[in-house]
């Protein structure tokens, strides 16, 4: 079946140093969405990127959605605490049905 | 805001119990689902629903079963539960396939 591969699964960084993760998927994806799971809680929507290409930022989180749409990033300038957390690909295949397959997950740890 | 309920956080059951989960969303949302997730494995997607009484099954449906009688309410049973069921159970909602979903805070599930 479609999988969508997720790494790191774990990185951990000081406080105000970069981070990225990155998903991809053998076979292209009509979209793509994006999940924060703070430690504890439950995944919180973050964005969905559509369109080959497309780029999005939020404040310090800058997400990429690659050319061929097999492949996306999520990265994040300058850490903070707050950033803590498992973030989460989740894509949408064309023709199943709309349900997402979701990346296992990147955990991120910030220490100051 | 959109909230999804879900009716308990823990719950600790025998094997060969039937056992319910109930999930409940505010927001007139057409499509429901259940996911567990599990460390290492991620979001893995047992049942879906796009309307009253619809059901799909996901990846990982076995031994498991839904309803779906009202549009604000999709209830996961676990028909008899077993050890391997042990696990935290996430309902999520969306209103159609261009939103992101929105979790419940989870039912964390220990079968003894």
């Known amino acids: 079946g479609q999988q969508v591969m997720q790494i790191p699964q774990y990185q951990h960084v000081q406080e105000g140093e970069d981070f990225t993760t990155y998903c991809n998927s053998s076979?292209?994806?009509?979209?793509i969405q994006w999940y924060k799971q703070r430690p504890g809680g439950h995944p919180v929507f973050l964005i969905q990127?559509?369109?080959?290409?497309e780029v999005k930022k939020q404040k310090r989180l800058t997400f990429q959605f690659g050319e061929a749409k097999k492949n996306s990033s999520l990265h994040i300038t300058a850490t903070q605490t707050t950033d803590v957390g498992t973030y989460f690909c989740a894509g949408l295949y064309t023709g199943t049905a709309s349900k997402l397959t979701f990346g296992t997950g990147t955990r991120l740890q910030v220490t100051l | 805001d959109v909230k999804v309920t879900q009716s308990s956080r823990y719950l600790v059951k025998r094997t060969g119990e039937k056992v319910f989960l109930e999930c409940v969303q505010d927001?007139?949302?057409?499509?429901m689902f259940w996911y567990r997730q599990d460390p290492g494995l991620g979001l893995r997607l047992i049942y879906f629903s796009y309307d009253v009484k619809m059901k799909e099954k996901g990846d990982i449906p076995e031994g498991y079963s839904v309803s779906r009688e009202k549009k604000e309410r999709f209830s996961l049973i676990l028909e008899s539960a077993s050890t391997n069921q042990t696990s935290m159970y996430l309902c999520?909602?969306?209103?159609?396939?261009?939103?992101?979903?929105?979790f419940g805070s989870g039912t964390r599930l220990t079968v003894v």
């Open positions: 990127l559509v369109k080959s290409g």
């Open positions: 076979t292209t994806l009509s979209n």
């Open positions: 927001m007139d949302h057409e499509n």
């Open positions: 999520a909602s969306r209103l159609t396939a261009t939103y992101g979903y929105t």
